[in-house]
Nanobody
């Protein structure tokens, strides 16, 4: 099993930036595929970005494309989400997720494809 711990959430003004981190520990072989998801109150969990940690292939939701960047540092077993040009609609609890087995590329932003989850970190964007 792999344990995932998110950090870096907080408050920001519209147009501002935040960087989230997700540190993986334990069986890090179970985190070959990792992703960021978010869930706002009353809404379904939404895939934001995903990455293959073995080769860096990334996938980004249209809603954040051009504003959010996912990356992974293998030496630190840590995934990042750099969020720029934040909008009020980006307000949500952000979760990181991981999976060992191969995920079809078109399914890498689907929450149901991931077996391991962190506890979440809150991001609030308001003026």
């Amino acid at each position: 099993q792999v344990q995932l711990v998110e950090s870096g959430g907080g408050s920001a003004e519209p147009g501002g930036s935040l960087t989230l981190s997700c540190a993986a520990s334990g069986d890090t072989d179970s985190s070959r595929y990792m992703g960021w998801f978010r869930q706002a109150p009353g809404k379904e969990r939404e895939g934001v970005a995903a990455i293959y940690t073995g080769g860096g292939g990334t996938y980004t939701a249209d809603s954040v494309k051009g504003r959010f960047t996912i990356s992974h540092d293998s030496a630190k077993n840590t995934m990042y989400l750099k969020m720029n040009s934040l909008k009020a609609e980006d307000t949500a609890m952000y979760y990181c997720a991981a999976q060992r087995r191969w995920i079809l590329p078109i399914r890498r932003l689907r929450a149901g494809e991931y077996a391991y989850w962190g506890q979440g970190t809150q991001v609030t964007v308001s003026s």
